[in-house]
């Protein structure tokens, strides 16, 4: 008997964007619990709620420090992601990111 697989695209957000420190084992119950009956839509809610929560700690974390730090790890985890969807091309984005760490490293902090 073939077990169930959920959501590529859904599993592979979580794998990119979910929450760090507890990332293997949400995303081992939440397969668990998707072969064990839960719907396409409750995986993918469960997905959205936890990669949210992820990015709300992280921007939280980030008010620490300056802005230019936060705005280049956005563009980078903006990048991967565009890439991970096909929007964006590898080159492309090695082209991007140097540009930003440039201007963030021009930047001041406030």
Request: hydrophobic share 50%; charged share 15%; net charge positive.
């Amino acid at each position: 008997m073939s077990q169930r697989a959920p959501p590529a695209l859904a599993t592979w957000l979580i794998e990119q964007l979910g929450p760090v420190r507890h990332r293997e084992s949400l995303m081992g119950d939440l397969i668990e619990q998707f072969r064990q009956g839960q719907s396409e839509s409750w995986y993918w809610r469960q997905v959205v709620i936890a990669v949210l929560l992820a990015r709300l700690h992280f921007v939280r974390s980030m008010l620490a420090i300056p802005k230019a730090k936060l705005i280049l790890r956005l563009v980078i985890e903006c990048a991967i992601l565009a890439v991970g969807l096909g929007t964006l091309t590898w080159a492309a984005a090695a082209n991007k990111v140097p540009c930003t760490i440039g201007i963030c490293l021009c930047t001041k902090a406030p």
